[in-house]
Structures are given as structure tokens and as C-alpha cells.
């Protein structure tokens, strides 16, 4: 395009010392004008899936999809790193390696959904339904996700560290092989969760439900399970030599405060 303009532009009458102003000229606006048209085509794109709900491989990056309804989307692949997703329907959804890193989540429905191998590095999801849903090996790095309903979601061999989970709802949710190192947990509920093989070293379970959960061959080093309910759980090999205990009831009831001291305030 600019070297049509400069064509066209060089037949013009030009005054001493003009003659390479206009060729400067016309590229740039030839830039401008190519830069003005992306995202018109973000635009077209953008309204295209909210009439479709198919948007594989495609761009939002950054895009407000905020409140839509978006049942049974294919958003396979697509990218939506920081996209405004806040309160968005999207049950039934898949969504497998789609990149939503910082994306914002919070209060969004995501319920019997495929995240499997998706990117959710520092996404907020406060308040998210992911009821039902399988989020196998996914990169949930340094996330928010308090007071979620995730019951019957499937984490197996994700990547949850360092992440905020305080007051989420994971009853009956499989963790097999995950990481929740150093996340915390506190007062959320894990009745009957799945979390054989996980690495909780340095997690916090304060007050959290972990009534006749799996916690097989885990790996438990300074995890915090103050005030937590461990009753009926299945602790099978798992060593607690370096775990917290401060009033804990522990899987066949008694109650566990050998670590209070190091516990309190």
C-alpha cells in the first residue's frame, strides 16, 4: 500500500528540497492506516464469537466479554490473557489450552467446562463456579480464588502454588499429583477431596474441611492444619514428622495440639 502511494505521490510537482517529504509522508500514513485497521478486525472478530460462541485459536487478549452469555463456547486454544471476563456465563464451555493468564474471572460460571492445559497464571477468580469441571494440568500459578465452587472439579497434576484459595469450595474435587505448595487454604472445604500424591508443602489449612479426604503419599513439610477436621481421612503413608497441628481433629477423632506453640500469634 505505501509503495502505491509513493508512486502515485512522486508524479506530483515537488519544490527544491520537498522531493523525499512526500514518499516519508505517505509511508507514514500507510502505517497509520494499517495499524488503525487491527482492530477494527479484533472488533469483527470479537462480535463474530458472541454470535457464534466459536472462536478457536482466535485473539482477545485484553478484550471485555464482561456479563455475556456464552453457552457451550468453543474457545479452544484462544487467547485471553487480561480479558475482562467478570460474571460471564460460560457453562459447558471448552476452553483447553487457552491462554487466560491475568484474566478477570471473578464471579464468572464456568461450570461441567474442559480448561484442561490452559494457562490461568495470576488470574483472579474470586467467586468463579467451576462446578464439575476438569482442569488437568493446567498452570493456575499465583491465582485468587476465594470462596470459589469448584465441588467435583478436576485439578490431577495442576499447578496451584502460591495461589489463594481461602474459603473455596473443593468437596469431592480431585487434586491427584497436584502442586498446592505454599497456597492457602484456610476454611475451605475438601470433604471427601482426592489429594493422593500432592505436594501441600508449606500450605495453609487453618480451619479447612478435610473430612475422609485422600492424603496418600503426599508430601505435607510445614503444612499448617490448624483448627482443620481431618476426621475419617485416609493418611495412608503420608509423613506428618514437619506437619502443624493446633487443635486439630485428627482421622480417628482425637484431637491434636502438639503445635500450638509454634502456631500462635
Not at 477431596?193 to 495453609?204: E, F, P, T, Y
Request: aromatic share 4%; net charge negative.
Amino acid at each position: 500500500m505505501a509503495h502505491g502511494i509513493t508512486k502515485h505521490l512522486d508524479s506530483w510537482p515537488q519544490k527544491p528540497g520537498l522531493a523525499r517529504v512526500w514518499p516519508q509522508r505517505a509511508i507514514a500514513l500507510a502505517a497509520l492506516l494499517g495499524l488503525a485497521a487491527a482492530p477494527v478486525a479484533a472488533s469483527d472478530q470479537l462480535r463474530q464469537f458472541l454470535i457464534t460462541h466459536n472462536c478457536v485459536g482466535c485473539d482477545l487478549s485484553d478484550r471485555v466479554l464482561a456479563g455475556a452469555n456464552l453457552e457451550d463456547a468453543d474457545l479452544t486454544g484462544a487467547n485471553l490473557a487480561r480479558a475482562n471476563l467478570r460474571q460471564t456465563r460460560l457453562p459447558r464451555a471448552q476452553m483447553t489450552q487457552t491462554d487466560l493468564r491475568q484474566a478477570n474471572l471473578s464471579q464468572a460460571v464456568i461450570s461441567q467446562s474442559d480448561l484442561s492445559e490452559s494457562d490461568l497464571a495470576g488470574a483472579n477468580l474470586r467467586e468463579v463456579t467451576l462446578t464439575g469441571s476438569r482442569l488437568v494440568r493446567v498452570n493456575a500459578v499465583n491465582i485468587n480464588m476465594e470462596n470459589a465452587e469448584a465441588r467435583d472439579s478436576n485439578w490431577a497434576n495442576s499447578n496451584l502454588s502460591d495461589s489463594r484459595l481461602d474459603g473455596a469450595v473443593f468437596n469431592q474435587a480431585g487434586f491427584l499429583s497436584a502442586n498446592l505448595s505454599r497456597t492457602t487454604l484456610t476454611d475451605g472445604k475438601f470433604y471427601r477431596a482426592n489429594l493422593i500424591g500432592a505436594q501441600l508443602d508449606g500450605a495453609d489449612f487453618t480451619g479447612a474441611d478435610l473430612r475422609e479426604t485422600l492424603i496418600r503419599d503426599a508430601s505435607v513439610n510445614g503444612t499448617n492444619f490448624t483448627n482443620a477436621d481431618l476426621l475419617g481421612a485416609n493418611l495412608a503413608r503420608t509423613d506428618f514428622s514437619n506437619a502443624l497441628f493446633c487443635n486439630t481433629r485428627m482421622a480417628n477423632g482425637d484431637i491434636n495440639n502438639d503445635h500450638c506453640a509454634a502456631v500462635s500469634p
